[in-house]
């Protein structure tokens, strides 16, 4: 893992966009009251909150969606980009980070910003990283499947385990100001889900807008838009031929991925370390 990642609490990060200053710039950045952060473990949806939240904010005004890329339209916490990015940025400012909670920055705890926390299903999400694994020049080769399944389940990859990501951010005290999503869920309707995210940051949107952010924001147009697919990124960093980084956007693929072993080596790790954690999710009674 050391050649293309750098250690910082606990578990490793990308080499290519972060530092040991933009790591420290993360940790001392002056969190705002009205600062929004949609966090996740990656693979999860981050790029479809990027699509999102900046819709809702601005009330279904598509202009950002359609002009600037998804990583400055909502920068990331972390990487070396973020001090140019955020700056000086008008709040409210809406902002995406994979870090666990206890890697949020100092001034974070203290404050009142909102937090929106996604969690897919770990079969999907090992699934879905498995294939940017092996488009993404900046990450490990992933090798075969059941190789991948074994590092990502003993944490052997970007930020960690999913299991403690998870429980991190289920185990808070920030009560209040967070609101927890399933990208189930948002697959399932993404209009009711666009209803809890506005209601949650207290935006009022009208039906009509609603259903236009939800259209806009669906696999198929969000494919298309090149503020959002990652084609904007070179060939060498991530080649889309080998997998288009909005891949299939569904719930299940990993059905066609996992075999009988595999399934029942994930699932029982996977609930060995959820034991004693009390919140249902969709997918626990697959
Ligand atoms: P798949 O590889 O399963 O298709 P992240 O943005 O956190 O890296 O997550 C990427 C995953 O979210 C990919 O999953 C991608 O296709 C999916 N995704 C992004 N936008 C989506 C949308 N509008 N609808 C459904 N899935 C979406």
Not at 5 to 19: E, I, R
Not at 20 to 40: P, W
Not at 205 to 219: G, I, R, T, W, Y
Not at 258 to 284: H, L, V
Request: with cysteine; hydrophobic share 35%.
């Amino acid at each position: 893992m050391g050649e293309r990642n750098l250690l910082f609490g606990g578990f490793f990060v990308p080499k290519m966009t972060h530092s040991a200053e933009s790591l420290k710039y993360a940790v001392e950045f002056q969190v705002h009251d009205d600062d929004i952060f949609a966090v996740t473990y990656p693979k999860s949806g981050t790029t479809w909150i990027q699509e999102i939240l900046p819709l809702i904010l601005n009330g279904g005004d598509v202009t950002p969606v359609q002009t600037i890329p998804s990583w400055d339209r909502v920068p990331w916490l972390g990487p070396t980009r973020t001090a140019l990015v955020l700056g000086d940025r008008p709040p409210p400012r809406a902002m995406v980070s994979h870090m666990p909670y206890h890697c949020m920055p100092r001034s974070f705890y203290t404050s009142k910003a909102k937090v929106i926390y996604v969690t897919r299903n770990p079969k999907d999400t090992a699934v879905s990283s498995f294939h940017f694994h092996g488009m993404a020049s900046f990450l490990d080769d992933p090798g075969t499947f059941d190789q991948f399944l074994d590092k990502f389940l003993s944490g052997q990859v970007v930020f960690g385990k999913w299991t403690d990501h998870v429980k991190s951010w289920r185990n808070t005290d920030i009560e209040g100001r967070i609101l927890y999503l399933t990208y189930e869920e948002m697959v399932q309707d993404l209009r009711a889900a666009v209803l809890r995210m506005a209601q949650f940051l207290g935006r009022e949107l009208s039906p009509d807008v609603l259903e236009k952010v939800a259209n806009h924001c669906h696999f198929n147009n969000m494919k298309t838009n090149i503020m959002s697919n990652y084609s904007l990124v070179p060939q060498d960093i991530m080649d889309s031929s080998k997998s288009p980084f909005l891949r299939k956007g569904t719930t299940g693929d990993w059905r066609n991925h996992f075999n009988a072993e595999q399934e029942a080596r994930f699932s029982a790790i996977i609930k060995k370390e959820m034991e004693g954690t009390s919140f249902p999710f969709p997918w626990d009674d697959e």
